[in-house]
């Protein structure tokens, strides 16, 4: 069960709008509306931003939004602000092994 | 409002077993979801364990399938890690959270609590 594949970084400076990728396979990503994404202050516990590709939970920020074309999903975030600086990781669920797999993480930077 | 909350021992010896508890507050279990265990280890991404119905169907990441068993009480709302012969690589931050089943959603997530595998 491979992770998915983020870009170790990416950096934006305030009202920008930066977009961060997630990789897969047609068993994961491309198989299934199953992604979601997480955002993790440090020190502190992932937060769900994001699931089933594009629904924002309840309190979350619309400058958040989630869409996926074939086996690549993408979280974009719009009026980019300092608070946004923190780690992100997509997640899918996988046929190969009938659960979960996260992406390998993306730092984002306010500059 | 729904909390969860991870206990357990903070240094664990090798060859030895890792045992977590996660008690859940403001929802029943037996009310429905998937409760899940996922891990971190420093500095480095995060890795979904296993997830447990409250029926106690149970689902484990392969690579980790031979050394896990998630268990739920439901009569005490809450759910258990146990992770046998661990070794330093097990060290890691863990976290429970509410699995919204089939979605890769976790919902609601534990404060997360420090495991160290020393001797």
């Known amino acids: 069960q491979s992770a998915l594949t983020q870009p170790a970084s990416v950096s934006g400076s305030p009202g920008q709008s930066i977009t961060i990728s997630c990789t897969g396979t047609?068993?994961?990503?491309?198989?299934?509306?199953?992604v979601s994404w997480y955002q993790q202050h440090p020190g502190k516990a992932p937060k769900l931003m994001i699931d089933?590709?594009?629904d924002r939970p309840s309190g979350v920020s619309n400058r958040f939004s989630g869409s996926k074309s074939g086996n690549t999903a993408s979280l974009t975030i719009s009026g980019l602000q300092a608070e946004d600086e923190a780690d992100y990781y997509c997640?899918?669920?996988?046929?190969?092994?009938?659960?979960?797999?996260f992406g390998t993480g993306t730092k984002v930077t306010v500059l | 409002q729904v909390q969860l909350q991870e206990s357990g021992p903070g240094l664990v010896k090798p060859s030895e077993t890792l045992s977590l508890t996660c008690i859940v507050s403001g929802y029943s279990i037996s009310s429905g979801y998937y409760w899940g265990w996922i891990r971190q280890p420093p500095g480095k991404g995060l890795e979904w364990i296993g997830s447990i119905y409250h029926s106690g169907n149970s689902y484990y990441n392969p690579s980790l399938k031979s050394r896990v068993t998630i268990s739920v009480d439901t009569s005490k709302n809450q759910f258990s890690l146990r992770l046998n012969s661990v070794t330093a690589a097990d060290t890691a931050v863990y976290y429970c959270?509410?699995?919204?089943?089939?979605?890769?959603?976790?919902?609601?997530w534990g404060q997360g609590t420090m495991v160290t595998v020393s001797s």
């Open positions: 997640s899918s669920y996988t046929s190969d092994t009938a659960r979960y797999v």
């Open positions: 959270a509410r699995d919204k089943g089939g979605s890769s959603a976790f919902d609601v």
């Open positions: 047609s068993s994961d990503v491309g198989g299934h509306n199953y």
């Open positions: 089933d590709v594009s």
